[in-house]
């Protein structure tokens, strides 16, 4: 991981393959008043460093992979991030009960048993006719379950990642601004 104790905010973006989390900092990127810095990639991981929206604060954003055999690695980071952004297609209701067994086994993480962060579940692909809003999404992810697992504040936000609909409200739930 990049050395940010001191400069920068750490934000893991994670989310089963395919749900749209490259998608969304990309979009993200487009945004005029947004900045970001390109700083790796591989098939496992993108690293960008953003400018967050409403502060002139950088952040390091961690995008990994969703793909089964890469899950695990996403532990590697949860000790050292400011907040994590799950994504999740919203329109895949054949996955949502895969969404919500991956939850369960991230809430229970022990190296995320104390941490007080924002864990932010973007319902993206909202543009889609088979959507699951993000009221129904609560209750299929059962977010109030995952709330008495830890001491992370849960948020669940409507988003469209191509459009860029909803994506600077989740930057401000990290930022701690709503």
């Known amino acids: 991981m990049i050395n940010t104790k001191t400069k920068y905010s750490q934000l893991l973006?994670?989310?089963?393959?395919?749900?749209?989390?490259?998608?969304?900092?990309?979009?993200?990127?487009?945004?005029?008043?947004?900045?970001?810095?390109f700083f790796h990639t591989t098939p496992y991981i993108n690293i960008e460093k953003i400018t967050l929206p409403f502060s002139s604060k950088a952040c390091v954003v961690y995008d990994l992979s969703g793909q089964g055999r890469y899950r695990e690695n996403w532990s590697f980071f949860y000790p050292d991030v400011d907040g994590i952004f799950f994504v999740v297609d919203s329109a895949d209701r054949d996955r949502l009960s895969i969404v919500q067994e991956v939850l369960m086994h991230i809430a229970k993480h022990p190296s995320l048993n104390q941490r007080e962060?924002?864990?932010?579940?973007?319902?993206?692909?909202q543009d889609q006719p088979d959507s699951v809003d993000e009221l129904m999404l609560r209750k299929i992810l059962q977010v109030d379950t995952l709330k008495t697992m830890n001491s992370m504040r849960y948020f669940?936000?409507?988003?469209?990642?191509?459009?860029?609909?909803?994506?600077?409200?989740?930057f401000q739930m990290f930022e701690g601004r709503t």
């Open 13 to 37: 973006m994670i989310g089963l393959d395919y749900s749209g989390k490259t998608t969304l900092i990309k979009r993200f990127k487009t945004i005029p008043e947004n900045s970001a810095e």
């Open 117 to 125: 962060i924002p864990f932010i579940i973007l319902a993206n692909k």
């Open 156 to 170: 669940v936000k409507n988003v469209i990642g191509i459009t860029g609909q909803g994506i600077s409200e989740c």
